[in-house]
């Protein structure tokens, strides 16, 4: 190898480290799922509400099924604007490629809303913190074990057709992630790949450092509209359509974390029709 050719070489090794901070970018083709599911509401007291509901998802432009998921939640109403709510959701996501379940999530949420009654309009603005435990066995390198992520929605209701049974909404919503991958890399004397050759750097060898799952980014924007319909005093109907933009920085390396592959950013457009039944008593 000629000395000019080490010397370039030597420069893009010196430049690896901040285009991974940057990631390659890839945009991913436009997508369209399917979310069905059914919710029973109980009131246990004044304000207070206890919740139960199973949702099921579909993906890949209606053809491929994505999870199962039940979630138990209960809300309090401390005032009569502002509602404080906690959940659980157990989620079992599915794999097309091995027909089979994947590593089943557990979610903890704690939620908190505001609402502003204005003449036939209702606006609230809820916050909610979630954190997610991945179980089973999983790439440690590629995902994190433990996610917080918090979501911020504007919603506006419209109250002036309940004489038709048809209550109108839209929202905005933001979600952040605090759980990102932080990596620090390095390629070889060659160019060729990445390594990590201990867990601590030795001096005059190069390589790449999963740092943790600790960065910060907005991981989703989303708007929606939809509309609730009331079938009777105790049961509503509520149909819906969802519009995500995705942002996701994604690892791929071997289990052991001897090799770095990628480090993309991803971003993308995902479209959601679903439908949810509440009956409540």
Partial sequence: MNKRRLTILAALCALIPQTLQAQTEESLDAE????????????????????????????????????????????????????LGAGYAFIAPYSSSSSSFKSTRHRLMLDATGTLHLAQWNIGLKERLQF??????????????????????????????????WTPYAYVELRTTFSGPTVN???????????????????????WFLEGF??????????????????????????????????SRALDANKEGTKLKSYTHRTGFVGTLGANYTYSF
């Fill in 185 to 207: 890399a390095d390629c070889n004397a060659e160019g060729t790949e990445w390594y990590l050759p201990g867990t601590h750097t030795q001096e005059g060898e190069a390589g």
């Fill in 32 to 83: 369209f799922g399917l979310r069905l599911s059914a919710t029973a509401d109980k009131k246990v007291t004044r304000g207070l509400h206890v919740s139960l509901s199973e949702e099921v998802r579909l993906d890949n432009n209606f053809t491929g099924f994505d999870r199962l998921q039940t979630t138990l939640g209960a809300s309090y109403k401390i005032h009569p604007n502002i509602k």
């Fill in 214 to 247: 600790n960065g910060t980014y907005i991981n989703r924007l989303r708007a929606s509209i939809g509309a609730d319909y009331r079938l009777s005093q105790s049961g509503t109907l509520t149909f819906f359509l969802l519009l995500d933009r995705v942002s």
């Fill in 132 to 165: 997610t435990h991945r179980a089973g066995s999983f790439n440690t390198y590629q995902s994190a074990t433990n996610a917080v992520e918090l979501k911020s929605r504007l919603l506006a209701k419209y109250k002036g057709w309940r004489q038709t049974g």
